[in-house]
C-alpha cells in the first residue's frame, strides 16, 4: 500500500468518525435547545473540529465509539473489501500437535549439546518478505486515494495562494484616517478589554466588514461604509462585531476550519457541519458583543445586524472562506434576530452545567475505543501501535531479542559485548513466578555442521556461597561423577568491575578428551551472574566477563538471534512481539482473541512451515509461519475421550504456491513424527461465497487407531499472498461458524 492509500485510510476513519460526533452534537442541540444558549451550541461544534484536525487521539475506556464494536466493518464498507488480510493474528495450537511436528526442530536447552540443520538467514528470504508484507486493496479505493488527496491539495493550495495574495494587497491599502471612526474603535477596544491595538484599514473591494489574521488582526472596512454618512452607533455596533470575533478567537478557528475543509472536502456532511457551525458563530458572536454593550442595546444592535444583512446579503463572507459561503439565508437571518431580542444579560457566560458538558462530550468524543482489556475489540490491531499483554497471566518467556527481554525484565541486568569466536546469541528466557526472578541467557555456535552452547544465568541478591554449593551438589549428582575421577576446585576471581567471584573448575582427572570445564559466579552493583561451559576455555569466558556491560543499541544487536534454522522461532506475548512477527513471516498477519464457541486465545508463536504442511525441501522448511491456538475455559477438564471441539489452531503464512497445489492433487501432506508425508484426502466447500478445503480427519501419525485416538481436521483457504489453515482438535458443530468468522476480509 503507498502512502496515498495510507492517508486515505486515515481520512476515511477519521471522517467517518467526526461524522458520528457531529451527530451527537445536533443531538444534544436539538434535545436541549431551549435551554443552550449560543456561545455553548458554538464550542460544542469545536469538539467536532478538533476531532476532524487532530491524526491521533489517546484510548479512553468512556470513549463514544467502545459502543460501537462494529467500526472497522463501516469502515470496510466504505473503503471496499481488499485482497489480503490485513490486522494480525496469532495462534499456537494444543501441545500434542506442536511438538510431534518438529522432526527438523532440536532444543533450546544449553545444557544439551545439539547438532545445528544448514541455515538460511533473514537477509536470504528479505526479498519475500517486503513483496508480502503489504495488502493489496482493491482498484477503487487506490483511484479514490488518488481523487482525494489531489482535491485536498487543490483546496490547501488555494487557501495559501489566497494568503500570498492578500498579504500583497495589505500592503497597499491604507489605514482608517478618520479620528472619529478611531475614536469609536478604541472605545470598542476598551469594551472588550484588548490590550493589544487592532488596525482599521480601507479595502475598496470589500462588501462588508471583516476582519482577519491570527497573529496581526485587522478590522477592513468597505469604502461605501467610510464615505457614506453613517451614525456613530451603526459604526460602533459593526465595528464591536468583528472585535468580538477576534476577542473569541474566531480568526483562529476560521484558519483551522479551512485546513479542515481541505482536507475533508470529499466529505459533504462536513460540508454541512461546518455551515452549521458558521452560522452558530455568528449567534455567539452577536451575544458576545450584546454581553458587552448591555441588553439596552440589544433593539438597535438588531436593527443594525438587518440592515447589514439586507445590504450584504450577496456576499457577507470573503470568498476564501469556503464553507461560511452562503449563509446568510432568511432562515438564519430569523435566528439571528430571534436570539438578539431574547438575550439577557450574563447568559454569554459559560454555567457549570455547561462547563461539565462540554467536558462530558469532550471526553467521550476526542477519545478512541479502548484496545486494551479482555474483550474490548474483537480483535487485536497490533499495527495500530500500543503494547498490549495478549497473555497477561505468563510465568515463564523466551525472546529471541535481548532488546525485548530486557525491557520486561523485572531487574536491569549486564550482558557480554565481547563472544568467542564462532559463536552467537541464542535466546533470552525470564522466570517471572522464582523467587527471586531470574534471567537466562543462551548462546550456541554459529558456524554449520558444528556443536557447541553455553549459558549465562542471572538473578539479584543470590549468595555466592550459597549458589556453589548448588553447583557443588550438582555436579556430585552427576552421572559423570562415577569413575571419572571428578575433582572440584574454586578459586577467588579478581577482575575489573566486579565485586565478588570465583572460578570453579570441573577436573576429569582419567578423562582424555575434554578434561576441563568450567562455572564462573561474580556480583555485580547487587546482581549475581553464573557463566557456564562444556566447551569454552577459561580464558574465553574471562574475556566475556570483562566486557559485560548494560544492554545499549550496539548489544541489542549482537543478542538478535535471527538464524532460525533448526529450531522454533519465538513465543508472542504482547502486541510489540505481534509487529516483529509480522516482519519475520512477511505480512500482517490476523489475531482475534476469541473466537465463537467460547474458544478464547491461549498462546501464539511464530514457527517454521512443518507446521502447516509437509516440507519439500530445506529451502521449504524454512519458510515462516504465524500461529495462535485457541482453548476453552475447561480445556483442563477434558480429555482425548470428550466429544466436541478441543482446541482450534489459526495459522498464517505466504501463500506460495501451496493452495493451488492442494487442490489440484486434492490432498495435503502433513509431516509425521518420523519425517515422512501423511497424506490426507481435501474436499472443496463454499462457505460465505468463497472456496474453502476440508480435510477428512486424520491423526498425526496416520489413520486413527480407534475412537478414543485424538483426530483433526483441518481448513484451507487462500486470500491474496496468504494462505490460512483452520486446525481442530476434535469435532464439533462449531468448525464452520468458526472457519467463516476466521475468513472475514477485515476486522
Known amino acids: 500500500m503507498d502512502i496515498a492509500e495510507h492517508l486515505f485510510n486515515w481520512f476515511v476513519a477519521s471522517t467517518l468518525m467526526a461524522s458520528a460526533v457531529a451527530v451527537v452534537v445536533l443531538a444534544v442541540q436539538h434535545l436541549f435547545r431551549r435551554r443552550i444558549h449560543a456561545r455553548l451550541r458554538h464550542a460544542l461544534w469545536l469538539i467536532v473540529l478538533l476531532r476532524l484536525m487532530l491524526p491521533v487521539l489517546p484510548q479512553s475506556p468512556v470513549s463514544l465509539f467502545n459502543a460501537v464494536p462494529a467500526w472497522t466493518d463501516i469502515k470496510n464498507a466504505v ?66 486515494a488518488v481523487v482525494w488527496l489531489t482535491g485536498a491539495g487543490v483546496l490547501l493550495g488555494y487557501n495559501l495562494t489566497y494568503w500570498l495574495r492578500f498579504q ?94 481541505g482536507v475533508h472536502w470529499m466529505n459533504p456532511f462536513v460540508w454541512f457541519m461546518l455551515r452549521q457551525m458558521k452560522a452558530d458563530r455568528e449567534l455567539a458572536c452577536d451575544a458576545c458583543v450584546l454581553e458587552a454593550l448591555g441588553e439596552e442595546e440589544a433593539v438597535p444592535y ?69 484496545a486494551s482489556g479482555a474483550g474490548a475489540s474483537a480483535w487485536v490491531h497490533a499495527e495500530d501501535g500500543g503494547n498490549e499483554m495478549l497473555f497477561p497471566n505468563e510465568e515463564f518467556r523466551v525472546y529471541d531479542n535481548l532488546e525485548k527481554g530486557a525491557k520486561v525484565a523485572p531487574f536491569k541486568f549486564k550482558v557480554p559485548s565481547l563472544l568467542p569466536e564462532g559463536y552467537g546469541f541464542s535466546d533470552l528466557s525470564i522466570q517471572f513466578d522464582a523467587s527471586p526472578s531470574s534471567v537466562h541467557l543462551s548462546y550456541e555456535t554459529k558456524i554449520s555442521k558444528s556443536s557447541g552452547n553455553f549459558s549465562l544465568r542471572i538473578k539479584p541478591g543470590t549468595d555466592l556461597q550459597k549458589q556453589y554449593d548448588q553447583i557443588f551438589k550438582g555436579e556430585q549428582d552427576r552421572t559423570d561423577q562415577k569413575d571419572s575421577g571428578k575433582v572440584i576446585e574454586k578459586e577467588s576471581l579478581s577482575l575489573a568491575g566486579i565485586d565478588e567471584g570465583y572460578k570453579i573448575t570441573i577436573r576429569m582427572t582419567t578423562w582424555k578428551g575434554q578434561p576441563e570445564r568450567y ?111 485457541y482453548s476453552r475455559g ?20 505466504l501463500n506460495g504456491d501451496m493452495y493451488q497445489e492442494m487442490k489440484k492433487k486434492g490432498q495435503v501432506s502433513f509431516t509425521k513424527i518420523d519425517g515422512e508425508g501423511n497424506n490426507v484426502k481435501l474436499t472443496a466447500l463454499t462457505l460465505q461465497g468463497k472456496e474453502v478445503l476440508r480435510t477428512e480427519p486424520y491423526n498425526l501419525d496416520g489413520k486413527p487407531k480407534g475412537p478414543n485416538d485424538l483426530r483433526l481436521v483441518s481448513y484451507f483457504w487462500f486470500d491474496g499472498k496468504v494462505c490460512y489453515q483452520a486446525i481442530f482438535s476434535g469435532q464439533g458443530p462449531e468448525e464452520q461458524k468458526i472457519v467463516q468468522y476466521l475468513m472475514k476480509p477485515d476486522r
Not at 548489544?555 to 519475520?584: S, W
Not at 480445556?635 to 503464512?653: E, L, P, T, W, Y
Request: glycine residues 4%; proline residues 4%; positive net charge.
Open 79 to 144: 473503503l471496499g473489501v481488499s485482497y489480503q488480510l490485513n490486522k494480525p493474528d496469532a495462534i499456537s495450537e494444543h501441545s500434542q500437535i506442536k511438538n510431534t511436528y518438529q522432526p527438523y526442530y532440536t532444543t533450546n536447552e544449553a545444557e544439551k549439546n545439539t547438532v545445528l540443520q544448514p541455515f538460511l538467514t533473514m537477509k536470504d528470504t528479505e526479498e519475500h518478505i517486503t513483496a508480502g508484507i503489504e495488502r493489496e486493496s482493491h482498484p477503487a479505493v487506490r483511484v479514490l
Open 519 to 629: 562455572y564462573y559466579i561474580w556480583k555485580d552493583q547487587g546482581i549475581s551472574y553464573e557463566l557456564s561451559s562444556y566447551i569454552l576455555s577459561s580464558n574465553e569466558m574471562e574475556q566475556m566477563i570483562a566486557s559485560m556491560k548494560l544492554p545499549d543499541a550496539e548489544l541489542n544487536k549482537l543478542h538478535e538471534d535471527n538464524e532460525y534454522h533448526g529450531k522454533v522461532l519465538t513465543d508472542l506475548y504482547d502486541t510489540e512481539d505481534i509487529r516483529r512477527a509480522q516482519k519475520l513471516v512477511g505480512f500482517k498477519a490476523a489475531f482475534p482473541r476469541k473466537l465463537p464457541g467460547d474458544f478464547a486465545a491461549s498462546s501464539s508463536y511464530v514457527s517454521r512451515k512443518a507446521n502447516f504442511n509437509h516440507v519439500e525441501n530445506d529451502e521449504d522448511s524454512m519458510r515462516k509461519l504465524f500461529n495462535v491456538t
Open 168 to 261: 500583497r494587497k495589505q500592503k497597499h491599502l491604507s489605514p482608517v484616517d478618520s479620528t472619529a471612526i478611531l475614536k469609536i474603535a478604541e472605545e470598542c477596544r476598551n469594551l472588550f478589554s484588548m490590550k493589544r491595538p487592532v488596525g482599521i484599514y480601507v479595502d475598496p473591494s470589500a462588501q462588508s466588514p471583516y476582519i482577519t489574521g491570527v497573529f496581526r488582526p485587522a478590522v477592513y472596512l468597505p469604502k461605501s461604509l467610510i464615505s457614506e454618512a453613517i451614525n456613530e452607533q451603526l459604526l460602533k455596533h459593526v465595528i464591536a462585531h468583528e472585535l468580538a470575533h477576534y476577542k473569541r478567537k474566531d480568526t483562529i478557528w476560521n484558519m483551522v476550519g479551512g485546513l479542515v475543509f
Open 634 to 653: 475447561d480445556h483442563k477438564q477434558k480429555n482425548k475421550a470428550d466429544s466436541g471441539i478441543r482446541d482450534v489452531s489459526f495459522k498464517q503464512m
Open 302 to 370: 438588531g436593527m443594525t445586524i438587518i440592515g447589514f444583512l439586507r445590504r450584504y446579503a450577496a456576499e457577507r463572507s470573503q470568498a476564501h472562506l469556503l464553507y461560511f459561503k452562503g449563509s446568510n439565508d432568511q432562515k438564519e437571518m430569523m435566528r439571528r434576530i430571534r436570539m438578539i431580542q431574547s438575550f439577557k444579560k450574563g447568559s454569554y457566560k459559560f454555567s457549570m452545567m455547561a462547563v461539565i458538558l462540554v467536558l462530558l462530550i469532550g471526553t467521550a468524543t476526542l477519545t478512541n475505543a479502548r
